[in-house]
């Protein structure tokens, strides 16, 4: 258990790496006073201090604390931040959760590369995390509680209060006369985490004196055993995953321990930095997906994202909004990079001279079109001409990406299929310069999937 002194909490910090400044989320209540208090008294950190304070505008009441927040961080000699979100709402989710993650969004904002974020989260916030996840039937990843350290943005999320009592934090504030909001909110037992406060643990407690600790032991021995399983899987994921494809081979998949399939599903989900999929999820996955024939294309959303057979590859790719057929947009020139609506960029590639005036590029209007079917095109060190139909299925392309490849079009005329084809007649644009194009639709998605679970 934590001790509440600057050095114990300074040896917590020390074992990540830091930038130039500290932010503390500070909503004025009890557990971020104490945490911005304890994090003055380190003559280390003061100076690099900032007390972020976020505005929800959720309650009349919380006009003044604002004010509130600004004087105490005068007071401790930190600097102060405040912000204010607007909170839009989001099917499925609950205010608390959209709060929580507009609160992220908005400090992940003020972060330069290797900040740290330090939230108040205590025991007993670990404690009722775990049980919560434990009512939903969560998995050994929810049953871990909420980490000690995460990714935000291109900062860092340290919680360094997750071994210490929520007695040990009040005690604190009343040896050092702290004055803190009462949130009036936190006793309104409509929100599930209020509701186990105030009145399932009392009666827990009665019985279990020490379950906050109790539990949380159990959230790191899950953890651990997370971590065990990850090492264990990752060389199975890797023998089925296709890294030229970036898919999964269903074949290889199948003939994976039915037991051990769904772990390397998840695990898929996580290296991605993907939400971990229901359970349902991944059952609709494996006897559906996973075993429909080669001449099929099923799907499966899975939140934001889509899980999809084609050939002996399972892609997970995301949702994307059907692209308009009859789109077109001209490509200005002297311009490198083209943003496609919905449909990531387009990058002519290669060695660009815009004042070669052997550059094809200078001689036409280029404008960029969507699949309409029926399209030909003649390729390099081919004969004749060739249905891009029939070149799509030659390449293997997915079928939900050939309505999204841009066609590139100099004057109406076909020049080049995204960057899989140019057309013979477009193909060197000038002496030892060849006509190349980069099609990106996503931005590399791989990235920590970061703890966002509780209120500070």
Known sequence: ???????????????????????????????????????SRIPALSKSITAVYIDHGLQECATGWTGHCQRVAAQLGVKFKSVSVTLLPIQGESPEAMAREARYQAIAALLAPGDIVLTAHH????????????FRGAGLVGLSGISEHSNLGVGQLIRPLLAVTKQAIDDYAIGYQLKFIQDPSNTCIDFDRNYLRNIITPLIKDRWPSVDTTVSRAGRHCHQGHVLISELIDPLFQQVFCQQEQALSATLLQALNPLVQPMVIRHWFKWRGLEMPSERAVNLLLTQVLTAGKDRCPELTVGDYCVRRF????????????????????????ENTL????????????????????????????????????EKICLPG????????????????????????????FDGQLAAVGDKWVADAFYEMSAGHKLQFK???TSNNRKENDEKENNY
């Open 339 to 374: 943003m496609l609506e919905g449909n990531g960029q387009l990058r002519r590639t290669g060695k660009v001279q815009w004042d070669d005036e052997r550059d094809f590029w200078q001689q036409y209007e280029v404008t960029i079109r969507y699949r309409q079917g029926g």
């Open 439 to 441: 099609w990106t639709l």
């Open 123 to 134: 025991q007993e916030d670990q404690y009722e995390t775990i049980l919560l996840k434990m």
């Open 382 to 409: 081919r004969s004749g001409t060739h249905l891009v139909k029939k070149l799509f299925q030659e390449a293997k392309v997915p079928p939900w990406l050939r309505s999204r490849v841009p066609f590139i079009f």
């Open 311 to 334: 050939q002996d590859k399972l892609y997970l790719v995301q949702a994307f909004v059907p692209v308009d057929s009859d789109f077109e947009q001209r490509w200005p020139l002297g």
């Open 1 to 39: 258990m934590m001790v509440l002194a600057p050095d114990a909490l300074l040896r917590i910090l020390q074992r990540y790496s830091q930038g130039q400044h500290v932010f503390v989320a500070f909503s004025g209540g009890c557990d971020s006073h104490v945490l911005l208090h304890l994090c």
